[in-house]
């Protein structure tokens, strides 16, 4: 299986901060990386696909780059709606793997 | 407006199946470049893909539970459906049903809204 790699676990971060998330890979997966955000209560949902390309209708505030093993998620200005957890997934290879998640937290 | 809704059963006994189905609406299951799938969620704990079904029927498990999973396909009542046999305490969680996309590099991009089941005596 392909390990996923998330840090930090955890971050505070006060609004209207630029926040990054990295996520590293075990082995080489292109740009098959996928960012979820969940919320308490609610499925994942889909912010980023194939490492960069931002699903429909999420803010632009959100990006994602990288290729091969390292990869990352930032947030450009956090707005209040922006608290919650976030993972990673590669979708690279069967079977599917997520990183442990990084809870965001108001500072 | 693709819908998947998930359900069955919350409270399974240890040692016995848990059996959860996929509703999908606002689309058909047998749309090629769809993969149809299961993901848990431990209370408190992170996500672990269970695995995901073509409509084909094709099927493909996590490696660490396919002695004990089954994941079926029936396009005619546009479901899929999750059997989980030989449950522990291990297997409490949220069951999420989603769908898998070749055209978002293979990305969860539909999910359910998720259902707990607890195993428990």
């Known amino acids: 299986d392909i390990q996923m790699t998330q840090s930090p676990s955890s971050l505070s971060a006060s609004i209207g901060d630029r926040v990054t998330i990295t996520c590293r890979a075990s082995?080489?997966?292109?740009?098959?990386l996928n960012w979820y955000q969940q919320k308490p209560g609610k499925a994942p949902k889909l912010l980023i696909y194939?490492?960069?390309s931002l699903q429909g209708g999420v803010p632009s505030r959100f990006s994602g780059s990288g290729s091969g093993t390292d990869f990352t998620l930032t947030i450009s200005g956090l707005e209040p709606e922006d608290f919650a957890t976030y993972y990673c997934q590669q979708s690279h290879r069967n079977p599917l793997t997520f990183g442990g998640g990084t809870k965001v937290e108001i500072k | 407006q693709l819908q998947l809704q998930e359900s069955g059963p919350g409270l399974v006994k240890p040692s016995e199946t848990l059996s959860l189905t996929c509703t999908v609406s606002g689309g058909s299951i047998s749309t090629s470049s769809y993969y149809w799938g299961w993901i848990r969620q431990p209370p408190g704990k992170g996500l672990e893909w269970i695995g995901s079904?073509?409509?084909?029927?094709?099927?493909y498990y996590k490696p660490s539970l396919k002695s004990r999973v089954t994941i079926s396909v029936d396009t005619s009542k546009n479901q899929f459906s999750l059997r989980l046999s030989s449950v522990t305490a291990a297997d409490t969680a949220v069951y999420y049903c989603?769908?898998?996309?070749?055209?978002?590099?293979?990305?969860?991009?539909?999910w359910g809204q998720g259902t707990l089941v607890t195993v428990s005596s």
């Open positions: 194939g490492a960069s």
């Open positions: 079904v073509y409509y084909s029927g094709s099927a």
């Open positions: 989603a769908r898998r996309s070749e055209r978002l590099a293979h990305a969860l991009g539909d």
């Open positions: 082995q080489d997966i292109n740009t098959f």
